[in-house]
């Protein structure tokens, strides 16, 4: 049976000469480790709820770790970003998606229950700096009121990259789209030449 059959595009390989000018452009010497098709990208709400999921872990590690300490001790929880209790919460706000995306294989709590994955174009394996600067800088950035509108990039770019993605060459993929692709058939849509 045929892709057009079954109803869904079918998608050719790359050919090299394809491949080179995609990824040649910008003057980037690195070679495109993942090249996906645009359906194989996590959307904005995906990612919004597996978010959600993550911030219920970390407000709970945060209770357990801080906020029990703090009322023991009898010392103010303040939110304030330059307090003690703020300063603390902060460290494990971005030590959770820094520590869970690298030594997780890109997958926080949230991004495991709803199946999906950060990947990075330019490396095969996530890397120390990508995950510093992706979840450590970027996350600290966007996670201010007004600068969290970066997150809304990813609803208009054909890779739904966000700020902190586009600065990293780095987006979210859906592993039943990945496990399906590596599926010998008809699922089999990006196959290398």
Known sequence: MTDEQLGRPAVAPLVDSEINRSFTQGNSSKENKHRYPDYFYAGFWIRFFAYIVDTLCITAITGIF???PFNLLGLEKSSQTFSVYGI???VIYLGYFILLTKLNQGQTIGKMIFGIQVVCFSEE???WSTVLVRE???RFI?????????YLVS????????LG??????SVVTLNMLKASDCKGALNYHEQP
């Open 88 to 90: 603390l919460s902060l």
């Open 142 to 150: 966007l996670k201010n009121t007004i600068f969290s509108l970066g």
């Open 165 to 170: 993605d586009l600065f990293t060459e780095t």
């Open 125 to 127: 394996r996530l890397s």
């Open 136 to 138: 450590g800088a970027c």
């Open 155 to 162: 609803i208009f770019t054909p890779n739904k990259q966000h």
């Open 66 to 68: 801080i906020g029990v």
